[in-house]
């Protein structure tokens, strides 16, 4: 391979030192994989534990070095930082619309309105209704 420009140089040498790539990391690790059981298959095929070691050239037990690095950078581009992703604080109208999801309090609340409504009903067909005075006979 003979590559064109620089970046395409740093590919092949990132390529050449670690022989597996970020997204085959990415597809171990998803809790889809965990919880479908695919990951201990795609595990034992990327060749377990020790090879995995292998293919990120690297030491589990002594870890990496802070003194590469150019090491560091290399493993940074290729399988990117080691940063917490920070979601956004949801709002107000998302709790609340989250909350409103739940079938029963969907059940509930229906049944509140079909209540006032029927009430409402009831009160206005009595409020015009006149009884007849009955007198009792002595």
Excluded at 109 to 136: E, G, K, Q, R
Aim: charged share 20%.
């Amino acid at each position: 391979i003979q590559p064109n420009n620089a970046s395409e140089l740093e590919m092949v040498e990132t390529n050449k030192n670690y022989q597996i790539k970020r997204e085959d990391l990415a597809d171990l690790l998803t809790l889809e994989a965990v919880y479908a059981g695919f990951s201990k298959e795609r595990f034992q095929k990327l060749g377990g534990i020790n090879e995995i070691e292998h293919l990120l050239n690297t030491n589990f037990k002594q870890g990496l070095s802070n003194s590469n690095t150019q090491d560091l950078e290399q493993r940074a581009q290729q399988f990117g930082t080691n940063d917490i992703i920070q979601k956004p604080p949801k709002t107000i109208l998302e709790m609340v619309w989250e909350v409103f999801d739940d079938f029963m309090l969907k059940l509930l609340v229906c049944s509140a309105f079909l209540s006032i409504f029927m009430n409402s009903i009831s009160t206005v067909s009595y409020t015009h209704l006149t009884l007849p005075t009955i007198y009792s006979v002595q």
